[in-house]
């Protein structure tokens, strides 16, 4: 079954330092692929997407994530980290086959922690 | 923009009981809505999949007679947990998906604690 896997479940930067956070999509077809933050106690929001358009997409808040194919990744990253920062974060993917469903697969997540 | 809320935010049970959660798309119609369930710490993990008019589809190993599954309207979906046990004490969220486009919103979660 197509699946994501984050490595790390926790990572921990400082304030203004660059954030990277790593996907990794199991699939022999480029994927539908996602990234959502999650703020405790709550639902998630959508922070950019992969839709087979350009390889390096832009979200909101300052993040973007690249598209490789020959790695078959999709990491998030984030410049300058800021202590809003702090959060969940979840790659995700839409199954080959299920495009028209919206079936969302979730990586395992990353507890992003900012440090003063 | 798209906004789905869910009802209640928080609920605490008894064992035993039933609970009802529901999954609104508040300005869009949502011909299909998912459910998933998180346990602390974890990622999501889908439940099931809610169409409007007909049954819900559950992934492997949820038990449908356990977690009851409505999607009556084009804008509401319920969740219903019958018989809850402490063992299914967990936030629960929904998201609605908007036709015609890949991409899901999600609703806030709704905490359950079965007591």
């Known amino acids: 079954a197509q699946s994501v896997t984050q490595l790390g479940s926790h990572v921990s930067v400082s304030e203004g330092a660059l954030v990277l956070l790593r996907c990794n999509y199991s699939?022999?077809?480029?994927?539908?692929l996602f990234w959502y933050v999650q703020y405790p106690n709550q639902g998630l929001q959508l922070l950019l997407k992969?839709?087979?358009?350009?390889?390096l997409v832009k979200g909101i808040n300052g993040f973007e994530a690249e598209f490789k194919k020959s790695e078959t990744s999709f990491h998030l990253t984030k410049p300058s980290a800021h202590m809003s920062d702090a959060a969940e974060y979840f790659c995700?993917?839409?199954?080959?086959?299920?495009?028209?469903?919206?079936?969302?697969?979730f990586g395992q997540g990353t507890t992003l922690q900012v440090k003063p | 923009g798209a906004v789905v809320s869910q009802h209640p935010s928080w609920v605490i049970c008894k064992s035993g009981t039933s609970v009802k959660i529901e999954c609104r798309s508040l300005d869009f119609q949502a011909t299909t809505m998912f459910w998933y369930r998180q346990f602390p710490k974890q990622s999501l993990m889908l439940m099931a999949t809610s169409n409007e008019g007909s049954k819900a589809t559950y992934e492997q190993g949820v038990e449908k007679d356990k977690f009851l599954i409505n999607h009556a309207s084009l804008t509401l979906s319920t969740l219903t947990v019958t018989s809850a046990h402490p063992e299914d004490s967990s936030f629960y969220i929904c998201s609605a998906r908007i036709v015609g486009a890949n991409v899901l919103t999600f609703g806030a979660g709704s905490r359950l604690t079965v007591l």
């Open positions: 995700a993917v839409i199954p080959a086959g299920s495009s028209n469903t919206g079936k969302l697969i």
């Open positions: 699939s022999s077809v480029p994927p539908y």
């Open positions: 992969y839709t087979s358009a350009a390889t």
